[in-house]
């Protein structure tokens, strides 16, 4: 059970009775809030519904807080419901019940916090979708590590999700990769051809080159502009394997790598030019075909087809968004863009709707910049040198668990700042190490436990009075709720701070506690505390799962 859902069901229900005696109008519009109190003497649920309703009832609120919580049923669950000013209404849980849960969690164990919320409903996520040019950078790792959080929250929280990578391997960039690698390979050869201006620099462009030429000498015989297309396509495929080499090492893997020059060669982008010009959104101009963006609520229009005949780049992710929705049937796409792509947000949903795609079905989340921080000083580095710091770069140095954890931890929305230091720090500190620490430690008073042959199957959890213990058991209950409420508002880096949270409580209450004790007397307390012990255990294994990071036995 999510214990915040029965609270907001007890609310509505009063509301339904609040209705049906006369106190509020039936035909009136009434939201709330139900939010966990900082202070504990607040009780752990308190909804502001007296407040909300205060303004149109001209009424105070604590006299709307008395008369609707005495509507309130009381289950099993609740200890008691008061009126608190200004005028909110608030639960305590009933500590009998919460004891209650640590043998529910034992028993759901690997699926605890999983929910059917989703009701299997399909949605993909797409995110990364580096060009495949160059490495994936610390830019990159940043809307990585989102995307895939989110997409194994919104497995647990019961969806059908699809983690899909989109490979823009045609169009001027891609020349550009050709043509630079071409060079390359040629200067490998000591022939000295000059790089062109907008080519690439990197020197992972020198090392694939050498590659090639160390196992195919045969480009050098073919003409120029064929030679360019085998060395692209060979680079092309090398790239996209070290692509997926890091992501791998990262601990991210997609369902579906779908390839940009498909929705070429099989008619999806001419096609999707016929729907548009049926729908009347079309206009030719200068021998250019253009959406009309202006008339739809755009402030310009946008460019589809060059007036050379080329489609742009706008066209064909049109064409790859209509096929998500009318094709392969994803109720929801979820798409994880860089903060460099937010002009193309709009224009993107705008398009989609003139096609009678409902706009909202597409959600769009912009990862912001990223800045790395070493020995107080940010470092700098330069897209177009290729002087870049690579995921390989970052992951050698602080790990995936660090990598993954440190980019989770601040909301998308927010520029960050990664602390290379902090990362790598073994101390209380580093929240990836803290964290951790609680899980390693968890496991070795399970150890202990099993050696010791303490049998927890009849550990009576009503021996759990501590406030520390009682603390620990709501904090992991917390979990259920937070998984559903991040599949609903798309915000993954709760789940970090919530683990921090459960570590903490985790740390508070084996301080408190004497958990493992060797004398008789103690015998059933140890019992429940080691069940206690256990259930923390699976609920932090979750949420470091979630996460994508390891869960150490020791440290």
Known sequence: MIIINLVNSLITEAITKARADGFISTDSNITFTVERPQNQEHGDFATNLPLRLAGSLKMNPLDIGKHISSLISQPYEIDSI???????????????????????????????????????????????????????????????????????????????????????DTGNQMENFYQSLYIRYQQSFGNQLEMPENGYMGDYMIDIAKEIANDNHEILSLQKDEGIQEIGQIGLNKMLDRIKSDLERLGVDFDVWFREYILHENGHVSGILDKLIESGNISIEDGATWLKSSSLGEDKDNVLVRSNGSPTYFAADIAYHYDKFANRHFSKVIDIWGADHQGHVSRMKTALGALGIEQDRLVIILSQLVTLKQNDQLLKVSKRSGDLITLPDLLDYVGPDACRYFFLSRSPDSQMEFDLDLAKKESSENPVYYIQYAHARISSIIRLSEAANIDIVNGDVRLLTDPAEIDLIKKILILPELIESIAINLEPHHLAHYSQQLATAFHWFYRQCRIISTEPSDEAITKARVKLVKASGIALKRCLELMGMNAPETM
């Open 82 to 168: 008061w009126v608190q000013p200004p005028g909110f209404i608030n639960f305590s849980l009933n500590d009998n019940w919460v004891r209650s849960q640590v043998d529910h969690v034992i028993s759901s164990e690997k699926s605890f916090g999983s929910t059917n919320f989703g009701n299997n409903e399909r949605i993909q996520v797409e995110f990364v979708s580096v060009n495949p040019t160059g490495p994936v950078h610390v830019g990159h790792t940043r809307g990585a590590v989102l995307g895939d959080t989110l997409s194994r929250i919104l497995s647990s929280a019961g969806y059908d999700v699809t983690k899909e990578y989109y490979v823009n």
